[in-house]
C-alpha cells in the first residue's frame, strides 16, 4: 500500500503535561494537530518496524476518529500489528496489561482521563513504553522537540477499519487485531486476589457494594468482574455503560464529582462498601458508610494488610508515594522494615522503582493506587483488593482503617484546588514564593515555626535522572506540612494545588475531620502563598 507524505508545520503547544498531551477536542480536530503529535511519537522512537502497539481509549468523543488515524500513521510508518480493543475501547490499566502480556513495543492511550468528555471538552494522547508505562521524562521532552519542528507526517489511503467485531484484519503490511477489552484484564485479576473468597463475601448476602463506573470505561470491567466473574447482584455496578461525554458528567471519582454515590453511602441504608473510578479507569476512590477513606490512608492500609492477599502474600519489597502525597505508608514501610521512595507527581515517576523491583505497591494523593503488576494507577485493583481484605477480615472498611490510625497514628491531610486560575498570575504566585523560600525557616506562625523550604527535586534511584521544580514543600517544626504545586494535567488556565498535612498520634483526637484538624495550616497555607490576594479566590473549588 503506497506511503503518502503530507507536509506540515509544528504547532508550539504540544509539550505533553503530567500525563501526555491534553487539549480541548477542539484544538485535536485542528488540521494535522493530532496527525503531528503521533508522528512526533514515531519519530522519537528507534526500532519499531514490524512490531506491537497496543491501542485504545476510554471512549470518550473522538476516540474512534482518532484511533482511525493513528492506524493509518502506524502503518506508514512500519508498525507491524496494532491491538485494540473492541469499540477502540481499553482503560489505561488494561493498555499496560496487554502491551506487557503481548510483549509490545508500546501503547497509546487515548483518553483525557477524568477531565469532561465532548465535542467543547477534553482530549487527550499519551505514549506507553514496552513496560507498559507511560513514557518517561526523557522521551516526552524528545516528543515535545520534534513537535516543534515536525514539516511531514506519513499515512496511508485506506478506510476505515472496522472496531466492533473481534478478529484480525490487514490493512497493507500491517495487522489489525480486535480483542475483547476486558478478559485479558479480568484474567490478570484473577491471579492476584482471591476470587473464591470475595466470592463467598458476596454470597453471604450479608454484603452488598456499588460500584460506580461513572458512564465511563470502567464499566464493562467492573461488571465481568464484579457482577459475572465474583458473583456480586447485577446492579452493583451503576452508570456502567460507557457514554462519549460520561453523560455530561465529570468522571473524577473524589467527594465533589462522585457526589451521588457521596450521598448514597452517607444516607439511609447504604451499602457496606462503595468505590467509583475515573474516565480511563486508572483512579479509585473507596467509601464505607458514611466514611471516606482517603488515597494516602489506603495506600496505607492496602500496604500494611498486603500479607492476606495472594498476589502479595510473599511480601513487598518497597513502597512509593508521589511527594504530596501524605506520609501515612512511609509508617507502614518503616514497621515492615522495607524502603519508601519519594516521587514527584506523576505515574511515569514509579515505572523504573517497579522494573528495577524496588516497589511493589505504590500510590498518589490522585485516587491512584497500584502494584507491580502493570505499570500504571490501577482503579479496579484497588477496588478489588479492598474486596479481598473485607473478605479476609470480615470487618467493615471503616473499622480496617480507624484500627490502622491506632496502630499507626493519622496523618491528616487535604488538598485544595483553585482551578481556572489566570495563568501566568498563577506562575508569578508560585515564583514570588520561591524567591521568598530562602528567609522561611525559622519563621513563627501560629503555634507552628518554619524548619525548612524548597522546591522538590528529584533524583531517579535506577537512572540518575534529575527531576526540578516539582513542588513548593513548606516543612514546619512539628512535622506538619504544606505544599504547592501548578496542575499538569488541566486544559484551561492554571489549576493550583494545594495539599496539607499533619501527623496525629493520639487516637483520642482521630475523631475530628480532616479540615478541622488542618484549619490552622489551612490558613498558614493562604497567608504563607497570599493566595486570595494573587487569585482573588476565597476559597477552593475542589477539597479532597
Ligand atoms: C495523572 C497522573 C498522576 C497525577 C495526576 C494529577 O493522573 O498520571 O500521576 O497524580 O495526573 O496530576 P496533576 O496534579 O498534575 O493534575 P490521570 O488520572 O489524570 O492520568
Partial sequence: MPIRTVETSPFSDQRPGTSGLRKKVKVFQTLNYLENFVQSIFDSLEGFAGQTLIIGGDGRYYNREALQIIIRIAAANGFGRIVTGRGGLLSTPAVSCLIRKRHAFGGIVLSASHNAAGPEKDFGIKYNIGNGGPAPEQLTNAIYQRSAQIDRYLTIDHAAVDLDHIGAYRVGSLEIEIVDPVTDYADLMETLFDFARIKDLFAGGQFSMCFDAMSAVTGPY?????????????????????????????????LIHARDLVVMMNGTAPPNFAAASDGDGDRNMVLGPNFYINPGDSLAVLAANAHLVPGYAAGLSGVARSMPTSGAVDRVAERLAISCYETPT???????????????????????????????????????FWLNLLAAKRQPAEQIVRQHWEEFGRNFFTRHDYEGLDAAKAEAMLDRLRNELAGLPGQRMGAEIVKTADDFSYTDPVDGSVSTKQGVRIVFESGARIVYRLSGTGTEGATLRVYMERYEPDSSAHGQSSQTALAKLIANANEIAGITAHTGRSRPDVVT
Avoid: Q
Avoid at 233 to 242: E, F, K, L, N
Fill in 222 to 254: 467492573a461488571r465481568e468482574i464484579l457482577e459475572h466473574r465474583l458473583g456480586a447482584p447485577a446492579g452493583t455496578v451503576i452508570r456502567g455503560v460507557p457514554l462519549p461525554d460520561f453523560g455530561g458528567g465529570h468522571p473524577d471519582p473524589n
Fill in 346 to 384: 506523576g505515574w511515569k515517576f514509579f515505572g523504573n522503582l517497579l522494573d528495577a523491583g524496588k516497589i511493589t505497591l505504590c500510590g498518589e494523593e490522585s485516587f491512584g493506587t497500584g502494584s507491580n503488576h502493570v505499570r500504571e494507577k490501577d482503579g479496579l485493583w484497588a477496588v478489588l
